[in-house]
């Protein structure tokens, strides 16, 4: 009988928690939605984190996960959710709202920019004590990211009327941690001297008070390890390991820096082959499979390959190949590599969109003008890095980025992503020689009304010359791609003490360029100039003859071949010019022609040689001698080492210019000899030229030797502004020419 009724009560007490559960788990429809508490945030909004709208049917799993939807906005410390008689009751306790985010303690106002740029919790916000802290553990990263290991952040959170605060981060930088020691361990094969001429972090040395390289910095150790892995690539070492990079503390401000390599095997180069679809005409690529043949037995090379992709990619361009894509495969043996470029076909995808953000100041045609592809073409990823390369030659951004998004619907966006920078910029120079000294000014304006015009204003000064010049060029005429200049300029020499002349050039002149088919560009002007000549009792006869008044007007005319692989910082191809000046109005008639070419090559990583030659001629239309002005002078940039003018034809103390002119300059790079000072290139030059060829009378002093000379130049981008500076020696000249060994110029932004 006990059992049977013990059994009775456990079937009883199973049913009701049964119609309990179900009773409980079984939905409702709401039919009412009342929000209380909210003073910020709106109802509206508030029933729209909770993604339950009138109608729906909930539960209490649908009333836990409308909690957890409405506290994700991180809009609210506290939410309580009722649902009563079909009326979903949300009742809420609003977090404060952040008035300022301050950072207490460093003085430079960079610093605090970037301890700020990726806090979670900003002015104007909810506050979340959550992100708070986490925003804390980014700004200590950030100090140590820039080198400040010792430092040490204190929060606090100021209260405010209205339920607002003021959340404030007291921080203490503390002294950079210095690199004391780079050491290198492992099967290193070279010497550290050397590999530490290959990365960028440097040892602590009072002298390098510039250099922000001696301090210990997270990001620096990376791209050392990138900069130690490509050099080993480079020399033949495949699988070269860096194992790892640590610093070892020495004292309280000190660190080791140490790095880890392990280079295994150096490994040679042995059959590379080249395979092409069936309908390429293999006559295009013979290029390539000559260099294939020498490559064999030569070691591994990663910076081989890129340049052998590059130049893929350039034939597939010039040939207008579409929607093809290179792949290498590779086979390892003992200590050879084989390996196969396979060009075909890939997936055609069409230009969707392309998206420009950062520009400013900056009109967004601007830089669409520089755009080699555009929406709705067919996408062409060399064709885009080209653009890309485009908007930095413009030299008016600081940085450029792109990102290429792929589409569901076969299609691309192209997300170009600009940084702004100063675009005005003071100039001031100097060159010091054998003759005297000579001093510039100039003031420019690259991107006026963020149009991209470029204003430049320009004065200089030697011991018998002043020479000024307006110029205003617009590159985007009228939206197009078609540019525009304008320019004033005015000339003074005076030799009336020493040679009895003086002349005074003052004129104008316009005309506009554009590309008439691929890589070929037309220019198309006009010059016209008032000149005074005067002379005095001193002058030679072929002076005194020339002088006067001097209306005249000339026609000119350029034509540029364009071959570079690109225009910002160019590493390979040609550009090849000619121009010439037409007298349209002139009592002289002197018709005036010159050519350049310039071709580039990388030889090896980082090491760009640039050979040009020049040559310029002038002659008389009508048999009369060539006027002193319109005679050619050899520039100063052609024939470094010799100031501008200062070689050729002499009329007693005097340089008349010749009838023709000519330079041929190599110039080739050096990475690595500064490698630890940031922001520099350095060159090495040799130039030789001459200026010869007098019209009139053969007794004037006019010598056929070449003059040549070697020197160094250097590119520094310094705090206050961009340097560039040349150390120059003759290696050949005559006792009559004016000699420069040194020029800088200095200027700064603004």
């Known amino acids: 009988m006990i059992k ?5 009560k456990i079937i009883f007490l199973s049913l009701i928690i049964f119609f309990s559960i179900f009773s409980f788990s079984f939905a409702e429809t709401v039919k009412e939605i009342q929000v209380k508490g909210n003073e910020r ?30 506290y994700d906005s991180n809009f609210f410390n506290n939410v309580k959710v009722n649902f009563q008689n079909n009326i979903l009751t949300i009742v809420v306790e609003e977090s404060a709202l952040v008035e300022n985010v301050v950072i207490k303690g460093p003085k430079s106002k960079t610093l605090i920019s ?76 070279f010497k550290d001297r050397k590999l530490r001429s290959v990365i960028v972090s440097e040892e602590y040395k009072f002298w390098k008070f510039i250099s922000g390289k001696k301090f210990l910095n997270q990001n620096l150790i990376n791209l050392d390890e990138r900069l130690l892995k490509n050099f080993y690539l480079n020399k033949g070492f495949y699988n070269v390991k860096i194992n790892s990079s640590f610093a070892r503390m020495l004292n309280e401000t000190e660190f080791e820096l140490i790095y880890n390599i392990i280079p295994n095997k150096r490994i040679f180069f042995n059959k590379i082959s080249l395979d092409l679809p069936i309908d390429f005409d293999q006559t295009n690529f013979n290029n390539l499979n000559k260099l294939f ?43 050879k590599i084989d390996l196969t470029f396979s060009i075909n076909e890939g997936k055609k995808f069409i230009v969707e969109r392309i998206n420009i953000y950062g520009n400013n100041i900056t009109q967004e045609n601007v830089i669409r003008n520089q ?30 980025d792109s990102k290429i998004i792929d589409n569901e619907n076969n299609s691309k966006t192209i997300d170009i992503t600009i940084e702004e920078k100063a675009t005005g910029e003071i100039m001031a120079g100097a060159g010091f020689g054998t003759d005297g000294s000579s001093l510039s000014f100039a003031v420019k304006e690259n991107n006026y009304l963020g149009r991209g015009i470029k204003l430049v204003s320009e004065l200089s000064v030697s011991e018998e010359t002043i020479k000024g010049q307006f110029n205003v060029k617009n590159p985007n005429f009228k939206n197009s791609d078609k540019s525009i200049d304008f320019n004033i300029q005015s000339l003074e ?77 160019t590493t390979e191809g040609f550009v090849s010019s000619y121009s010439v000046n037409l007298p349209i109005i002139s009592e002289n008639n002197s018709l005036t022609n010159a050519y350049i070419f310039t071709i580039y090559d990388e030889l090896y990583e980082d090491n ?60 080739t790079s050096i990475p690595q000899l500064l490698p630890n000072v940031q922001n520099m290139d350095v060159s090495m030059f040799l130039d030789a030229g001459n200026v010869w060829g007098v019209d009139y009378d053969s007794s004037l002093n006019d010598t056929n030797k070449i003059r040549s000379s070697i020197g160094i130049g250097i590119d520094w981008f310094t705090l206050i502004g961009p340097l560039s500076a040349s150390f120059t020696h003759p290696i050949s000249k005559v006792n009559t020419d004016k000699t420069e060994t040194f020029k800088f110029n200095l200027g700064t932004t603004f």
């Not at 049977?4 to 009775?8: A, P, S």
């Not at 030659?613 to 009508?622: I, Q």
Request: overall charge positive.
């Open 114 to 189: 970037d301890l700020k740029k990726n806090l979670k919790v900003k002015s104007r916000t909810s506050y979340n004590e959550i992100l708070f802290l986490e925003d804390k553990k980014k700004i200590t990263e950030t100090l140590k990211q820039k080198g400040y290991f010792f430092s040490k952040v204190d929060v606090m959170v100021e209260k405010l009327s209205d339920n607002k605060i003021n959340l404030i981060y007291n921080v203490e930088i503390g002294d950079k941690a210095k690199i004391k020691k780079i050491s290198f361990i492992g099967d290193k094969i």
């Open 4 to 8: 049977m009724i013990n059994f009775k």
């Open 493 to 569: 020499t005076d030799k009336l003490t020493d040679s009895g002349y003086k002349t005074n050039k003052t004129g104008f002149g316009f005309g506009t360029s554009f590309e008439y088919q691929d890589d070929v560009f037309i220019g198309l002007g006009q010059d016209s100039y008032y000149e005074k000549i005067e002379t005095n009792s001193s002058a030679s006869t072929r002076q005194r003859s020339q002088a006067g008044n001097y209306w005249d007007t000339f026609f000119n005319l350029d034509l540029n071949y364009d071959k570079r692989n690109q225009k910002y910082r």
């Open 608 to 667: 760009v040689t640039k050979f040009s030659f020049f040559a310029k001629a002038a002659s008389s239309l009508t048999n009369d001698n060539i006027k002193l002005s319109e005679r050619i002078y050899l520039p100063g940039s052609r024939l470094r080492g010799f100031v501008s003018g200062g070689v050729g034809p002499k009329d007693g103390n005097d340089f008349i210019g010749g009838n023709y002119a000519t330079s041929v300059n190599i110039q």
């Open 41 to 70: 945030v709106s109802d509206k909004s508030i029933k729209m984190f909770s993604n339950i709208v009138i109608g729906d049917n909930i539960n209490n799993d649908d009333l836990n996960q409308i909690l957890k939807n409405i």
């Open 293 to 335: 043949k020498n490559l064999k037995g030569e070691k591994y090379s990663l910076f081989v390959i890129e340049k052998i992709l590059k130049e893929i990619d350039k034939i597939i361009l010039d040939e207008e190949y579409k929607t093809l894509k290179t792949e290498v495969s590779e086979n390892i043996f003992d200590n």
């Open 371 to 400: 755009l080699l592809i555009d929406e709705g073409d067919e996408f062409n990823s060399i064709l885009a890095s080209k653009s890309i390369n485009n908007i930095q030659s413009l030299n008016i951004f600081k940085s450029v």
